[in-house]
Structures are given as structure tokens and as C-alpha cells.
């Protein structure tokens, strides 16, 4: 039997206190994803690529589906989403979803922690028409980022959401595969999984969230395990700790045979979480001590010190232009590479001036971020770039970045990556696209919390975190929240959010 899946995706990560909203451009440029891509574009772009309709089209292929490719688009994380781009989107996917016809299956590849000018869950409200749409009957599936801050809205609309197992995110394509498999057997069985959804109770900072250190590997470890028999599918959500909204938080959501297959596995990943809630913590330093550190370290490594500027890091809604670390390096004297600065304007005089020229430039430290302000200085353009490059590292998967105007500029023994348009620094080749050498640097410093370690654990001495001032908060306990659900922890063992108490006021100072 040929089944006719629906298939399309909106991706945004919203860090509701970041000083820049996500355009309509934002997503036809596509920012670290693919370009947005509609009709049978979305099968040609997205497959073979780190992403979830990348695993979804390689499962639909394999098992014979006759896929009806809608539109997929997605944008890097930063302030909430506009009201246009949010309509425009979702309206374009709907409209195409009346006109797919009868259909057996819906795949859609999201994010989980949307939220719009005018919409706090952009999940759940979406999935909600997807679902007036095809039915009580026709099955929809979501593969789903570990970020996502799951609602009650997209448990109900939804009869499978799947999530990462991994961060940095090396398995985008696979939990893509994961949830078209489970699309299939809701297909195949034509009745509705059992769901048991669990809330954890307190935040978690992102830079400790990594599944390759504990606690967060023994949790996904017991995660993935605990699928098979009647236990259909289960995953554990850490959420996006940057979204001032009742949803925001970790989350359980298991499916089942029956209602104990469902319970009893949500019931001991619940357990192991709150188990785990003390040791959901790390070391970080101040721009001037950390760089002290990584100095000390290098005189005698043989591999780079790598340092995560993770206040400023443009996968959780910085720019990715604040100039603490760089000011710290320069102040310092250190010798090493810091990447990637996103700075338009700076990125077009180099470009102006020539490779080997001098310019006198005020750098980054735009975004109006409290503490930070443009770095000025006599730079050297020592290399120029269109801005192409292939990403070929694990988080990246092989895609094809377009960074724009770009150009490595120097400073004393500094040298920075400055680009026009904005990605995360997670991959070796964002350094070298402008002549850099990430080996051979004694110091790097990448704006990014954790994405970057997939590429960059391997040829890294050891790793250090830094809190620059930034718009990502290192604890989400600094942001000044105001409509948490009540009584959620701000952070591990931290105190219980109280909706009649003031929060904030030391986001972005350095730890």
C-alpha cells in the first residue's frame, strides 16, 4: 500500500530577551539551515543533510512513501518571530495542506520553542490548524529539536513528537528517520499511541547541557534504552531556558501500547532528571581571567585552548558581535583567532580597502547588549572572502553556508573572522573559508555554548567558558522573567519563580 505523507518544516529557537527579531528574510536566507524551500525543492535541498526532513525524506524513500512536499524554513535563534514572517509561514503551509488532498500522514520538522510577536507556543498553535485541517484520523508526527520547550497544546495536537538525543546536535537527520518511522507505525496500527508527558521543575543552563559529559549522557543513555516492547517512543526535552512564557522548561513525553507502557517510562526519566539536578553545573570565568587561564594552559599544550564565549552565542539569540572576549584577547596580548564576529558594515570597508590594506574601524558591540560597546581599532585585512563554504564537520553535517562579504582581520597577534551574515561558530571550516588555521591557533574563541564541541573537541587542548556580557544569560536565573509558570526553579537548586518578585538585572555581567 502507497501512504501519502504531507511533509514540511518551521524551525526557530526564540530567546524572547535577544535584541533582534527574526524577519521574513531570515528564513529565506536560512541562517545555518538550508534556504527555505518549497514543493519538490524541499526533497532535492533537504535530503542527505543534518536535519530532520533530511531523515524524514531518506525514510520516505525507503519505505515507498508518496511524499506531498509542502515548505520548509528556518531561521538561527534570536528575538521573537514577527508577526508577518509567523503568519506568512504558517498561512503558506496551510493553504498547501488543504490543497495535498486526501492524505494518509503528516511529517512535520519543527523546533519546539517558538515563540512569536503575537504567539507564545508558535508549535502548538501551528500544529493545532495542521490539525483542523487533516482530522481527528490522519496521524501527524514532529521531529523535534532537545531545546524545545513542549506544551500541553502540542502533546494533544500532535500523535508523536520525537526529539534530539544529542547535544551538539549530531543526530538532526537520525531523529528525523526516528519520527517518519514512528509515523509509520501509527499508519500501520490506524489507532492513536498512549502519551504520558511529565514537567521537570527548574531550568537548565544550556552551556551544562551537553550529552557528552553527565549528567545529560547517563539521562539520553536511559532515554534511548528504554524504547522497545511496548514502549513506542520516548524522549526528554531540556527546553530553552530564554523563553519568558508559561511553557518554557524541561519535559518528559513518552508513547505506548498502553497507558502504563507510557507512564512507566516517563516515570523513570522523570526520576533520573530530578536525580541529576545538582549536578547540572559548570566552571566559568570572567573575559580577563579566562583569557589569563587559556594563556597560562597554552605555553605548554600541543593543541588549541578553546574558549566558548557563550553569552553571545547566535544559537540561543546573540548576534554574535559583542566584543568582550576581543577586547580581553587584545588587552592581553594573546595570540590565537576568535570567530565569528557578524559585522556588516566592518566586513564591507575591509572589502573596500583590499587584502593587505589598513582600516580604522569600530567593531561589533552594535546590538545595544548592556556592557558591551563597538571595539575601535587599526586592523589589518589580511585575507577576503565571498563568503561560501562548505561546513563539513558533524553538527554542520556537510551544508553549504553562505556568510557573505567576509574577511579575517588582524589586530596585534589577534585575528577575527568577520562576516555579514550570521551562523554559528561550530565547524573548523568557519575558519578556514578566510585563511585561518584553527590547529594551528594556540587560543580560539568561538561564539557558541556547546554546538562547537562536535567539531572542535578533537583538536582541542581543553575548553574553558567565558561570560562576556552578552543577551544568553550563562544561568537563566539573571534574566528578568516575568510570566514563568509559577513555582519552576530558575535554575538547579535555584529558587522557585515568583510572578510577584522582580528578576534580572545581572544578565549579561560576567561571572
Known amino acids: 500500500?502507497?501512504?501519502?505523507?504531507?511533509?514540511?518544516?518551521?524551525?526557530?529557537?526564540?530567546?524572547?530577551?535577544?535584541?533582534?527579531?527574526?524577519?521574513?528574510?531570515?528564513?529565506?536566507?536560512?541562517?545555518g539551515y538550508m534556504p527555505m524551500a518549497r514543493g519538490a525543492d524541499v526533497l532535492t535541498r533537504g535530503r542527505d543533510i543534518n536535519l530532520g526532513i533530511?531523515?524524514?525524506?531518506?525514510?520516505?524513500?525507503?519505505?515507498?512513501?508518496?511524499?506531498?512536499?509542502?515548505?520548509?524554513?528556518?531561521?538561527?535563534?534570536?528575538?521573537?518571530?514577527?508577526?508577518?514572517?509567523?503568519?506568512?509561514?504558517?498561512?503558506?503551509?496551510?493553504?498547501?495542506?488543504?490543497?495535498?488532498?486526501?492524505?494518509d500522514g503528516v511529517f512535520l520538522d519543527l523546533h519546539g520553542a517558538m515563540v512569536a510577536e503575537h504567539v507564545d507556543d508558535g508549535e502548538g498553535a501551528f500544529l493545532a490548524r495542521v490539525r483542523d485541517v487533516v482530522g481527528a484520523d490522519v496521524p501527524i508526527a514532529c521531529a523535534l529539536d532537545l531545546h524545545g520547550n513542549i506544551t500541553q497544546q502540542m502533546v494533544d495536537a500532535a500523535d508523536v513528537l520525537v526529539g534530539f538525543r544529542t547535544y551538539p546536535h549530531v543526530d538532526m537527520g537520525e531523529t528525523g528517520r526516528r519520527a517518519a518511522m514512528q509515523l509509520d507505525r501509527l499508519m500501520e496500527r490506524g489507532a492513536p499511541f498512549a502519551k504520558a508527558f511529565r514537567r521537570i521543575p527548574f531550568l537548565v543552563p544550556i552551556a551544562w547541557q551537553s550529552t557528552r559529559a553527565q549528567p545529560a549522557q547517563g539521562v539520553y543513555d536511559l532515554v534511548a534504552g528504554l524504547e522497545g516492547g511496548g514502549v513506542s517512543a520516548t524522549s526528554f526535552f531540556f527546553g530553552f531556558p530564554a523563553a519568558d512564557f508559561p511553557g518554557c522548561g524541561p519535559t518528559v513525553i513518552c508513547y505506548g501500547d498502553t497507558q502504563a507502557d507510557a507512564d512507566g517510562a516517563a516515570d523513570r526519566i522523570e526520576a533520573a532528571v530530578l536525580a541529576a539536578e545538582a549536578q547540572f553545573a559548570g566552571k566559568t570565568y570572567g573575559p580577563d581571567d579566562g583569557l589569563k587561564e587559556a594563556m597560562r594552559l597554552a605555553k605548554t599544550a600541543t593543541k588549541p585552548i578553546v574558549i566558548a564565549d557563550t553569552q553571545d552565542n547566535p544559537g540561543a539569540g546573540?548576534?554574535?558581535?559583542?566584543?568582550?572576549?576581543?577586547?580581553?584577547?587584545?588587552?592581553?596580548?594573546?595570540?590565537?583567532?576568535?570567530?565569528?564576529?557578524?559585522?556588516?558594515?566592518?566586513?564591507?570597508?575591509?572589502?573596500?580597502?583590499?587584502?593587505?590594506?589598513?582600516?580604522?574601524?569600530?567593531?561589533?558591540?552594535?546590538?545595544?547588549?548592556?556592557?558591551?560597546?563597538?571595539?575601535?581599532?587599526?586592523?589589518?585585512?589580511?585575507?577576503?572572502?565571498?563568503?561560501?563554504?562548505?561546513?563539513?564537520?558533524?553538527?554542520?553535517?556537510?551544508?553549504?553556508?553562505?556568510?557573505?562579504p567576509s574577511a579575517c582581520l588582524c589586530i596585534g597577534d589577534v585575528r577575527v573572522v568577520v562576516t555579514t551574515n550570521k551562523a554559528q561558530m561550530a565547524d573548523q571550516e568557519m575558519y578556514r573559508f578566510v585563511g585561518i588555521e584553527p590547529t594551528e591557533q594556540p587560543i580560539l574563541v568561538n561564539k557558541s555554548s556547546v554546538h562547537f564541541r562536535a567539531d572542535f573537541d578533537a583538536i582541542a587542548e581543553t575548553i574553558l567558558t567565558c561570560v562576556a556580557p552578552g543577551p544568553m544569560a550563562v544561568s537563566p536565573a539573571s534574566l528578568p522573567f516575568t510570566r514563568l509558570a509559577p513555582g519552576i526553579r530558575l535554575e538547579p537548586l535555584g529558587q522557585p519563580f515568583d510572578p510577584a518578585k522582580t528578576y534580572g538585572g545581572a544578565a549579561n555581567e560576567p561571572a
Open 1 to 31: 500500500m502507497t501512504r501519502r505523507v504531507a511533509l514540511a518544516g518551521f524551525l526557530h529557537e526564540t530567546n524572547t530577551f535577544a535584541p533582534t527579531k527574526a524577519q521574513m528574510s531570515d528564513f529565506v536566507q536560512g541562517g
Open 54 to 103: 533530511g531523515g524524514a525524506v531518506q525514510h520516505g524513500e525507503a519505505a515507498g512513501w508518496k511524499m506531498e512536499p509542502l515548505l520548509w524554513a528556518g531561521a538561527i535563534p534570536s528575538a521573537h518571530v514577527t508577526q508577518d514572517a509567523y503568519d506568512a509561514i504558517t498561512g503558506e503551509i496551510i493553504e498547501m495542506l488543504q490543497q495535498a488532498g486526501p492524505l
Open 318 to 404: 546573540g548576534d554574535s558581535n559583542t566584543t568582550g572576549m576581543l577586547r580581553a584577547m587584545v588587552a592581553n596580548n594573546a595570540h590565537g583567532a576568535m570567530g565569528n564576529m557578524v559585522d556588516p558594515k566592518a566586513a564591507a570597508a575591509a572589502h573596500a580597502a583590499g587584502q593587505g590594506a589598513e582600516i580604522e574601524i569600530e567593531l561589533g558591540g552594535f546590538s545595544n547588549v548592556p556592557g558591551d560597546a563597538p571595539f575601535k581599532g587599526r586592523f589589518t585585512v589580511e585575507t577576503l572572502s565571498d563568503g561560501h563554504l562548505v561546513a563539513s564537520g558533524p553538527f554542520y553535517g556537510g551544508a553549504p553556508l553562505d556568510m557573505g
